[in-house]
């Protein structure tokens, strides 16, 4: 088991009224290694809440959180920085990418962080931009090529240093069909050939189609949860079926 999520809580107070709002009430989650899990749920159902605290960004109020044994919670501000440098690896909506810099300057960031040598790093970026097919592009700028390779380039960033978990928030939402298409064969890829562990947060039931669970929340904790059986197509199709279920509030048989 990768990552292991128990009781988790998390209140927000209202500082005008002194009213809580729980985001998260008693979720629970087992991640393993190497499974593709996406989560949807409701507007306000608590995803972001969730993908915050999983990220580090953010603590629960109550609650257990281990990645890979490790109580992320237990870890001070400069052991959690450290932990999250290592450990994690972040894909969003908007790609943030730093544009005073080349694709390559930009995947090879995580490692001129970690203090790597030169060589090392400048062989992983080359290599990770090739498997993306990016190769060619590799020594433009953000705004001379496309969203979709603008979203390829912040996944290699995302895996160059080989993090355990990639968390995902909503990675399809700035991209046309075609290039949304395209980086989910990708995580699919990157999952199956390179062992990467995703967790990927979004309202998209296509895009959640291609992952191996679906993982439905509401009102703060798991609601149902479906694992990938049959093609995809069938699966995009059961979920459909269960978000009309978990807008509906009928749990699932
Ligand atoms: N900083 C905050 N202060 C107060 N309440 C918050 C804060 N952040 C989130 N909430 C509340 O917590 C609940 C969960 O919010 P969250 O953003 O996690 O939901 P979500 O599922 O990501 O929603 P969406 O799909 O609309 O992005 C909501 O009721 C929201 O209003």
Redesign the pocket.
């Known amino acids: 088991m990768l990552l292991h999520v128990r009781a988790l809580t998390?209140a927000?107070?209202?500082t005008r009224n002194g009213l809580e709002?729980?985001?998260?009430n008693g979720l629970e989650l087992d991640v393993y290694r190497q499974e593709f899990i996406s989560i949807m749920?409701?507007?306000?159902?608590?995803?972001?809440?969730?993908?915050?605290i999983l990220a580090g960004l953010d603590r629960p109020t109550s609650g257990e959180l281990c990645l890979q044994g490790e109580n992320m919670l237990a870890l001070n501000a400069d052991e959690l920085a450290l932990f999250r440098r290592r450990n994690l690896g972040f894909v969003f909506q908007d790609f943030n990418l730093l544009d005073t810099l080349t694709l390559a300057e930009n995947v090879a960031l995580p490692l001129s962080l970690d203090k790597r040598g030169g060589g090392d790093i400048r062989q992983r970026v080359d290599e990770m931009l090739h498997f993306l097919s990016l190769g060619e592009q590799m020594q433009r700028y953000p705004y001379e090529v496309s969203g979709g390779q603008q979203q390829r380039t912040a996944v290699a960033r995302a895996l160059i240093h080989r993090p355990r978990l990639l968390l995902a928030d909503e990675p399809t939402g700035n991209l046309d069909s075609a290039s949304a298409r395209a980086l989910l064969e990708l995580f699919q890829q990157l999952n199956s050939q390179q062992q990467a562990t995703i967790l990927m947060?979004t309202?998209d039931p296509f895009s959640a189609s291609y992952s191996q669970r679906v993982v439905f929340?509401k009102d703060?904790r798991v609601f149902c949860q479906l694992q990938r059986s049959s093609s995809q197509p069938q699966f995009f199709q059961s979920i459909l079926d269960a978000l009309a279920h978990v807008e509906g509030g009928h749990e699932l048989a």
């Open positions: 998390k927000y107070r209202n709002t729980w985001a998260l749920g409701p507007s306000g159902s608590g995803k972001t809440t969730l993908l915050n947060v309202h929340i703060g």
